[in-house]
C-alpha cells in the first residue's frame, strides 16, 4: 500500500514537473512596428511654440528617433486656423505670438502619409487653457518630516480648473534650465492651510545649508499631469513612489480615419515665476539611496 502511494506521488512529481517546465521565448522588440509620436506643450509666456513629430525606434535601439518634416501641421483657435512652419531643427514645426488664453480650446491638426499608403491620415488633439494659479512667494520650512524637508508655497488656486504643481529646483544661475528635480503634486494631494501649500521636498546632492535654492512651479491640466506622472513611471522613475509602470502612456492624440496608433501629447501649461531662497535647513541628513 506505502508502495502504491510513493508511487502516485512521483507520477504527481512528474506530471508537475512537466506542466511547470518552459522554453525560452525571444521577443523581438526590435521588429515591432514603428509608431507615431507627435508632441507640443504650448507655455503661456513664450512667443514661439514648438510641435514635434517623429518615428520610434525599437526598445533597445541606440539609433535616434527619425524625425519627419513632410507633415502639414495646423492649430485652431477661436475658430481660426494657424499653418505651423517647419523649423531649422529636424522633425520640429513651430508658429509665432499664438495668443494662450485661459479658458480657450486650442486644436492641434497633423496630415500626413504615415502608413505610406498614398493618403494622407488626419491626427487631432484638443487643449484647454486653464486658470494659473497665483504664486506669491515660497520658502522651505525647517520642519522635516521622515528626512523630507517641507517647502511651502503662498498663492491661491483656483478651484473651478485643474491645478498640479509641477516644481522645479536647481542650485546655481548658471545652470538655469538643467533643473535637478520634477515634482507632480495632483490637486489632492494638495494640502491648504489658509494661502499655505505644503510641498515634500526631496534633498538632492550638493545643496547645503545656506545655498540659495531656485524653484520654478509651473501648474499642468489633469490629463497631462498623468502622462507625465505614467512617462516617468514607464522610464524607472516611478511616480507616485512603489507604483507599477503602466501597460501603455495614455496620449490626448487619436488618427480620426486610420487605425495607427500614436504616442506623444499636445497640451497648453502656464510657465511659473522664478522664486529664490536661501536655505537655513542643515541638509546633511545621512545616506538615503544617493541623497543627503
Known amino acids: 500500500m506505502k508502495r ?53 525606434m525599437g526598445f533597445f535601439s541606440q539609433s535616434p528617433p527619425i524625425t519627419i518634416d513632410n507633415a502639414k501641421v495646423t492649430i485652431t483657435a477661436n475658430d481660426t486656423v494657424y499653418q505651423l512652419h517647419p523649423d531649422t531643427v529636424a522633425g520640429r514645426y513651430y508658429i509665432d505670438s499664438l495668443n494662450i488664453l485661459v479658458g480657450r480650446e486650442y486644436i492641434l491638426d497633423v496630415y500626413l502619409d504615415f502608413d505610406q499608403n498614398g493618403v494622407d491620415e488626419h491626427y487631432r488633439a484638443k487643449s484647454r487653457m486653464t486658470n494659473t494659479p497665483r504664486i506669491d512667494s515660497v520658502k522651505l520650512s525647517g520642519f522635516v518630516i521622515q528626512k ?6 503662498y498663492g491661491k488656486v483656483f478651484y473651478t480648473s485643474d491645478n498640479n504643481f509641477c516644481v522645479y529646483n536647481w542650485k546655481n544661475r548658471d545652470t538655469i534650465g538643467i533643473f ?8 489632492r494631494f494638495l494640502k491648504t492651510t ?14 547645503s545649508k545656506g545655498d540659495t535654492l531656485h524653484f520654478r512651479i509651473d501648474n499642468f491640466n489633469n490629463e497631462y499631469s498623468r502622462f507625465i ?32 496608433r500614436v504616442s506623444g501629447f499636445f497640451t497648453t501649461y502656464s510657465r511659473g515665476a522664478v522664486f529664490s531662497v536661501i536655505s537655513h535647513i542643515d541638509f546633511d541628513f545621512g545616506s538615503i539611496g544617493g541623497m543627503r
Open 4 to 56: 502504491d502511494i510513493r508511487h502516485i506521488y512521483m507520477i504527481i512529481i512528474v506530471l508537475l514537473s512537466a506542466i511547470s517546465c518552459t522554453s525560452p521565448i525571444d521577443i523581438e522588440t526590435d521588429q515591432a512596428s514603428p509608431r507615431l509620436v507627435i508632441f507640443g506643450a504650448f507655455r503661456q509666456d513664450t512667443i514661439r511654440n514648438y510641435v514635434s513629430i517623429s518615428k520610434s
Open 148 to 153: 523630507l524637508p517641507i517647502m511651502l508655497v
Open 229 to 260: 506622472s505614467q512617462s516617468a513611471s514607464a522610464s524607472g522613475m516611478q511616480n507616485p513612489f512603489f507604483s507599477s509602470p503602466p501597460s501603455e502612456v495614455k496620449t490626448n492624440i487619436r488618427c480620426l480615419d486610420a487605425d495607427i
Open 180 to 187: 535637478n528635480y520634477l515634482m507632480i503634486m495632483p490637486e
Open 194 to 207: 489658509g494661502y499655505a501649500y505644503t510641498v515634500p521636498y526631496f534633498v538632492r546632492d550638493g545643496f
